[in-house]
């Protein structure tokens, strides 16, 4: 059975960071694209930051360039977002996938797999 599990959401004020981690089990990530998404209430979901192991540069969507940093250890099968500078327009639930291609970040691409989400809310 497939899992990624989400953790590391919280309540944070504006201008702190969190790092939300994405442990995978029955898969091997490095096999895989990876990515987060989120979805605020009354938004659509919207693809945040995706790469795959062949990629130098990480896709991230415009609002969070320069603040936000995706990651992975192979050694321990999981992947991280880094949150630096929050603002409280990133309130959301966060998600992490897997699949096949980093595309589902900016694109209707699907991920085959995808974690419970982890909710992150900043206060202003």
Partial sequence: ???LQASGGGLVQAGGSLRLSCAASGITLDDYAIGWFRQAPGKDREGVSCVSS???YPYYVDSVK???TISSDNAKNTMYLQMNSLKPEDTAVYF??????????WSNYGMDYWGK???VT???
Avoid at 96 to 105: F, K, L, V
């Fill in 1 to 3: 059975e497939v899992q």
């Fill in 54 to 56: 062949h990629d130098v």
């Fill in 66 to 68: 320069g603040r936000f």
């Fill in 96 to 105: 992490c996938a897997a699949g096949p291609s980093p595309r589902a970040c």
């Fill in 117 to 119: 989400g982890t909710q």
């Fill in 122 to 124: 900043v206060s202003s």
